[in-house]
């Protein structure tokens, strides 16, 4: 049985199982495991994660387009997950702490 990636391709956009992908694809899971292996040589969870490259793309540029819109939680949430803001800052002089001072003469 020949695998159609086709089919396939557009129900990993939306980070399908295995399980749920043999159902619509009506066959075993062992087969698209297979098909996967033969033809792309990765495993299941490797070409879904590839596969939905698209759809996480598409997610952060809307994202941010809402964040650049005005939207202030979408804001709050960027600043924190990409530039690692966080609501309370280290007290003042705490990062240092760890440091050792080298006087040369």
Same mark, same amino acid.
């Given at each position: ?6 089919v ?9 199982t ?16 297979? @098909?996967?292996?033969? /033809? @792309? ?5 490797? +070409?879904? @994660? ?39 800052? /280290?007290? /003042?002089?705490q990062? +240092?702490?760890d440091?050792e ?5």
């Open positions: 049985m020949a695998m159609d990636f086709k396939l391709n557009p129900i990993l956009l939306y980070d399908a295995k399980v749920e992908a043999a159902s619509i694809m009506e066959c075993n899971v062992s087969t698209i495991e297979v @098909h996967i292996r033969k /033809e @792309h040589d990765m495993t299941f969870t490797e +070409y879904k @994660h590839y596969k939905m490259g698209k759809s996480r793309l598409s997610l952060k540029q809307k994202a941010f387009k809402m964040a650049m819109n005005g939207d202030k939680t979408m804001m709050i949430f960027l600043l924190k997950n990409w530039c690692k803001y966080q609501d309370s800052p /280290e007290p /003042e002089g990062e +240092y702490d440091l001072f080298v006087v040369s003469t």
